[in-house]
């Protein structure tokens, strides 16, 4: 293993997990950062930020729990400077499509990049395939029933691999610096149909069960889960699931010059591989 330094934050969850697989197979040495890694990351700690960036060339963003929650365009930007100013030269950010919260952060990331000298690429990704397969919703989803607030508007949804393949590439290769890529899957699915197709590939019946907003929140409020992840879940089931996301994009073709993902490719490849990672 060589330099350069990646450093890869969110490095245990699902895309930062495939990311550091791929820098290891290039014969990189992947640094990774959470709250739970050697290198510790914590958002919320800004005194963690500056000793995980210490040495890196490029710097892999993965912010949670979610770019829409409040303050994290402040949060960004100030990371950014900090990597500026720790030596880092790119900077790669994961946003999702059609969020106004995300779009906020992406233009904070930019412009703290652009004054502080770093390249910066960004990935505007729709949902992940993987929300079903090793997300939130796969416990449900493998016990026969999803209950979930969705609307029947279509969503192209996105294999992380491919994430990934386009992760490494802005971290690693020229010709990606300046560049937004909108990332899809190649086909737009309503949530009924996405968990038919989970369920036939997989062999496990499944069904979607939709429920009012209202009805799902006060489960989630009756479980214990805290009033700003249910105004998070609020804003992108009612707000952010509109059809605004509904036409898949050509980002992954225009990354990588290789087409996107299917969905049932994507969850039939997890299935083969255990947990697809
Ligand atoms: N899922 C989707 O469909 C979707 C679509 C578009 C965009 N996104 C974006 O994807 C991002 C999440 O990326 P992901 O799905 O690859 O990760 P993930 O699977 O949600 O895992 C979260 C990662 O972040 C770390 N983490 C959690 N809280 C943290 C904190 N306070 N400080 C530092 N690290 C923290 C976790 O590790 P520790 O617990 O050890 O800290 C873990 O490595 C979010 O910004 C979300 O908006 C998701």
């Known amino acids: 293993m060589s330099e350069p330094?990646?450093?890869?934050?969110g490095g245990t969850g699902t895309t930062g997990s495939r990311i550091t697989t791929r820098l290891r197979a290039r014969g990189v040495d992947p640094r990774v950062a959470s709250r739970s890694s050697a290198c510790r990351l914590d958002w919320a700690e800004p005194g963690t930020w500056a000793p995980a960036l210490?040495?890196?060339?490029?710097?892999?963003?993965?912010?949670?729990?979610?770019?829409a929650v409040p303050d994290s365009d402040d949060v960004l930007a100030a990371v950014t400077r900090t990597a500026a100013a720790a030596g880092v030269r790119r900077v790669v950010l994961l946003?999702?499509?059609g969020e106004p919260g995300a779009q906020?952060?992406?233009?904070?990331?930019?412009?703290?990049?652009?004054?502080?000298g770093l390249a910066w690429t960004v990935l505007r990704c729709s949902w992940f395939v993987?929300?079903?397969?090793?997300?939130?919703?796969?416990?449900?989803?493998a016990a026969g029933e999803l209950t979930l607030p969705v609307?029947?508007?279509?969503?192209?949804?996105?294999?992380?691999?491919?994430?990934?393949?386009?992760?490494?590439?802005?971290?690693?290769?020229?010709?990606?610096?300046?560049?937004?890529?909108?990332?899809?899957?190649p086909r737009a699915l309503t949530f009924d149909e996405a968990v038919a197709e989970v369920a036939a590939v997989t062999g496990?019946?499944?069904?979607?069960?939709?429920?009012p907003f209202a009805a799902y929140a006060a489960g989630l409020t009756a479980a214990g889960v805290p009033d700003d992840?249910?105004?998070l879940m609020a804003h992108l089931f009612t707000e952010v699931l509109d059809g605004r996301n509904a036409a898949p994009t050509d980002g992954v073709q225009r990354a990588l010059g290789r087409p996107a993902t299917d969905l049932a490719d994507a969850v039939r490849r997890g299935a083969l591989a255990g947990s697809g990672r």
Not at 5 to 9: G, H, K, N, P
Not at 54 to 67: F, K
Not at 104 to 116: F, T
Not at 130 to 141: H, I, P, Y
């Open 5 to 9: 330094t990646i450093l890869v934050t």
């Open 151 to 185: 609307p029947h508007v279509p969503e192209p949804f996105l294999d992380a691999e491919d994430i990934a393949d386009v992760a490494v590439a802005a971290l690693l290769d020229d010709g990606h610096a300046g560049r937004t890529y909108e990332l899809t899957g």
């Open 104 to 116: 906020r952060a992406e233009a904070a990331v930019r412009q703290a990049a652009e004054e502080g």
């Open 204 to 211: 496990r019946p499944a069904r979607l069960r939709r429920v």
């Open 95 to 97: 946003s999702g499509r």
């Open 229 to 231: 992840v249910v105004a």
């Open 130 to 141: 993987q929300n079903f397969t090793e997300g939130q919703f796969a416990g449900e989803l």
């Open 54 to 67: 210490a040495g890196a060339r490029a710097v892999y963003l993965a912010y949670a729990p979610d770019l």
